[in-house]
């Protein structure tokens, strides 16, 4: 029996629902691995429908689709290593079960179903499907290789019962969405199951973006004694070659690649650039458009879009009223010159006279303030959607997160959009963001290199500019003090008085508190954006849109 065993890792990119493109994504990385003489490719979880389906896996016209599509794999994959990929499998009996196949020889010689399933955060898999058996191990060639699949692995039980009926090593595959130091989370959580088994770990995660969710890659190797044996890049699609040899010991990983993962901002920008790219590649746009005003938030999702589109496939677009700066005027001018994107300017000041001409007579003896500023923003949304529609651009918007919290954001006018990049980044990482990006140029970035982010945009005071001398800190505490609150309340399910013991302000905090649940309505009518945080406003946080309780502690 051969001492020796190639894993093939596929970690790419699969799109839900394109069933037949990802079983040709699959054919392909068989292919490569066959090549490098491999005796198993494996691919991440749910790989051949996409990942996460939600209710869509629940069609039953669907669901055998994909089933179909995992046996002509087989068929066709006959001739080489063997094949591990995810998807959906309908019993006899109508049951829905998360599997993971195995291919060889023509056919699925194995099926493993997911035992543990996740039903917190973005994931609601007890909704869908049912919780298998602890499969055991199967054999390819001369290794006994036992599967957890993704969640299963978070969990001590099935790592434990696989190495005691006979696994070697532990092939984990996963479908595990990113946020803010969730990898080094996985490879805690994958080195205490390495010390319990006693046996090696491959980790394979996907990458790409899917809706809100981003997924990051970084699939790694990890050998008894917690030493990594490789690690795979994040945000790349990778396929790469993993040897095995059988020692007195056991099985062992050869040490091979370790890519080095950037940091936190980095992976931040990437995350929203991909998210941004797949969001538009995936729903079949290729261009967008974006109302530019010269503040910080639409500069920073100018960019994004143009390091994940190219600047010829932006638009942007200054609608100035009266109200609207001459600084605002040149800083827009200066933000599309830095990045080569085109920029037409649309004055609203005559839609809005014929806008109060005909809300005059109801209007009449009342003052100017809200019912007017708002006005403004939704002429914008109108004519920016005009554009969309007319020239097949799909509409950014670019409210950030403390916006988004508060409700400082106009519905059916700022806030009207197909994607928002920024949704889930907070007003004070803007700045760092912005500042980051003009230090730093990657090549998967496609947009210019340089300080493409004027310093007048980041040092001005943030300003909606829907009335004279407007400041956002008219409306809101300042920003530093804003997000902290917001951060406690949202992402630390914090109470009042906790927040208040580490020196904030009642009121403030209350007020705060206030504008988070009355905005619950504007957040539910709100475009998607990339997730970055553990409390990202959709699928993480999911509040009623009446909600009269209020923490009076």
Same mark, same amino acid.
């Given at each position: 029996?051969?001492?020796?065993?190639?894993?093939?890792?596929?970690?790419?990119?699969? +799109?839900?629902?394109?069933?037949?493109?990802?079983?040709?994504?699959?054919?392909?990385?068989?292919?490569?691995?066959?090549?490098?003489?491999?005796?198993?490719?494996?691919?991440?979880?749910?790989?051949?429908?996409?990942?996460?389906?939600? #209710?869509?896996?629940?069609?039953?016209?669907?669901?055998?689709?994909?089933?179909?599509?995992?046996?002509?794999?087989?068929?066709?994959?006959?001739?080489?290593?063997?094949?591990?990929?995810?998807?959906?499998?309908?019993?006899?009996?109508?049951?829905?079960?998360?599997?993971?196949?195995?291919?060889?020889?023509?056919?699925?010689?194995?099926?493993?179903?997911?035992?543990?399933?996740? /039903?917190?955060?973005?994931?609601?898999?007890?909704?869908?499907?049912?919780?298998?058996?602890?499969?055991?191990?199967?054999?390819?060639?001369?290794?006994?290789?036992?599967?957890?699949?993704?969640?299963?692995?978070?969990? *001590?039980?099935?790592?434990?019962?696989?190495?005691?009926?006979?696994?070697?090593?532990?092939?984990?595959?996963?479908?595990?969405?990113?946020?803010?130091?969730?990898? =080094?989370?996985?490879?805690?959580?994958?080195?205490?199951?390495?010390?319990?088994?006693?046996?090696?770990?491959?980790?394979?995660?996907?990458?790409?973006?899917?809706?809100?969710?981003?997924?990051?890659g970084g699939s790694f190797v990890i050998n008894p004694g917690?030493?990594?044996?490789?690690?795979?890049?994040?945000?790349?699609? +990778?396929?790469?070659?993993?040897?095995?040899?059988?020692?007195? =010991?056991?099985?062992?990983?050869?040490?091979?690649?370790?890519?080095?993962?950037?940091?936190?901002?980095?992976?931040?920008?990437?995350?929203?650039?991909?998210?941004?790219?797949?969001?538009?590649?995936?729903?079949?746009?290729?261009?967008?458009?974006?109302?530019?005003?010269?503040?910080?938030?639409?500069?920073?999702?100018?960019?994004?879009?143009?390091?994940?589109?190219?600047?010829?496939?932006?638009?942007?677009?200054?609608?100035?009223?009266?109200?609207?700066?001459?600084?605002?005027?040149?800083?827009?001018?200066?933000?599309?010159?830095?990045?080569?994107?085109?920029? #037409?300017?649309?004055?609203?000041?005559?839609?809005?006279?014929?806008?109060?001409?005909?809300?005059?007579?109801?209007?009449?003896?009342?003052?100017?303030?809200?019912?007017?500023?708002?006005?403004?923003?939704?002429?914008?949304g109108l004519l920016l959607m005009a554009i969309s529609n007319?020239?097949?651009?799909?509409?950014?918007?670019?409210? /950030?997160?403390?916006?988004?919290?508060?409700?400082?954001? +106009?519905?059916?006018?700022?806030?009207?959009?197909?994607?928002? *990049?920024?949704?889930?980044?907070?007003?004070?990482?803007?700045?760092?963001?912005?500042?980051?990006?003009?230090?730093?140029?990657?090549?998967?970035?496609?947009?210019?290199?340089?300080?493409?982010?004027?310093?007048?945009?980041?040092?001005?005071?943030?300003?909606?500019?829907?009335?004279?001398?407007?400041?956002?800190?008219?409306?809101?505490?300042?920003?530093?003090?804003?997000?902290?609150?917001?951060?406690?309340?949202?992402?630390?399910?914090?109470?009042?008085?906790?927040?208040?013991?580490?020196?904030?302000?009642?009121?403030?905090?209350?007020?705060?508190?206030?504008?988070?649940?009355?905005?619950?309505?504007?957040?539910?009518?709100?475009?998607?954006?990339?997730?970055?945080?553990?409390?990202?406003?959709?699928?993480?946080?999911?509040?009623?849109?009446?909600?009269?309780?209020? #923490?009076?502690?």
């Open positions: 029996m051969s001492d020796r065993f190639r894993l093939t890792l596929a970690q790419l990119n699969p +799109t839900v629902g394109a069933i037949a493109d990802n079983a040709a994504q699959a054919r392909a990385a068989w292919q490569a691995a066959k090549d490098a003489g491999a005796d198993l490719l494996a691919l991440p979880e749910m790989f051949i429908t996409g990942y996460q389906t939600q #209710d869509l896996v629940k069609k039953n016209a669907f669901t055998r689709h994909a089933m179909q599509a995992v046996e002509d794999l087989a068929r066709d994959c006959a001739d080489g290593p063997a094949l591990g990929i995810g998807g959906p499998w309908l019993d006899a009996e109508g049951r829905l079960f998360n599997a993971w196949y195995v291919c060889e020889d023509g056919r699925i010689t194995a099926r493993i179903l997911k035992h543990h399933l996740p /039903n917190y955060s973005v994931f609601d898999e007890k909704r869908l499907f049912e919780s298998g058996p602890v499969s055991g191990p199967y054999r390819i060639g001369p290794l006994r290789i036992g599967t957890p699949i993704c969640e299963d692995a978070w969990f *001590p039980d099935v790592c434990e019962t696989l190495e005691e009926t006979g696994a070697e090593i532990l092939l984990v595959p996963n479908g595990s969405p990113y946020y803010r130091g969730k990898f =080094e989370r996985r490879v805690n959580l994958m080195v205490s199951r390495v010390v319990e088994t006693g046996l090696p770990m491959v980790y394979l995660n996907f990458v790409g973006g899917q809706d809100d969710q981003l997924f990051d917690g030493q990594l044996a490789a690690q795979l890049p994040v945000w790349e699609e +990778t396929i790469a070659h993993v040897d095995f040899t059988r020692h007195p =010991e056991g099985w062992r990983a050869q040490t091979g690649t370790r890519a080095v993962h950037p940091d936190e901002w980095e992976q931040d920008y990437r995350a929203m650039v991909l998210s941004l790219s797949d969001y538009m590649r995936k729903s079949g746009f290729s261009k967008v458009v974006l109302g530019l005003s010269g503040g910080i938030d639409s500069t920073l999702v100018a960019a994004i879009a143009a390091d994940a589109l190219g600047p010829e496939n932006v638009h942007c677009v200054m609608l100035p009223s009266e109200f609207t700066s001459a600084h605002s005027l040149e800083d827009a001018k200066g933000v599309a010159d830095a990045l080569g994107c085109r920029l #037409d300017t649309v004055p609203i000041s005559g839609p809005r006279a014929a806008v109060t001409e005909a809300l005059a007579p109801l209007f009449s003896g009342t003052p100017f303030g809200i019912a007017e500023e708002n006005v403004q923003s939704r002429l914008r007319k020239f097949g651009e799909m509409l950014l918007t670019t409210g /950030n997160k403390s916006e988004v919290a508060v409700g400082y954001a +106009t519905i059916y006018g700022d806030m009207a959009g197909g994607y928002n *990049p920024i949704k889930d980044l907070y007003k004070m990482r803007v700045f760092e963001t912005c500042r980051w990006r003009n230090a730093n140029h990657r090549p998967w970035m496609l947009g210019p290199e340089g300080a493409v982010i004027p310093q007048r945009v980041i040092d001005k005071a943030p300003s909606a500019e829907l009335r004279a001398d407007q400041k956002d800190e008219d409306s809101l505490p300042p920003y530093p003090v804003l997000d902290a609150i917001l951060e406690r309340l949202i992402e630390g399910d914090m109470s009042v008085a906790e927040i208040v013991a580490e020196g904030f302000d009642r009121s403030m905090v209350k007020k705060v508190e206030h504008l988070v649940y009355i905005s619950e309505y504007k957040r539910f009518q709100s475009a998607p954006g990339a997730r970055l945080s553990r409390k990202a406003f959709w699928l993480d946080r999911r509040y009623p849109i009446v909600n009269r309780w209020r #923490d009076e502690s």
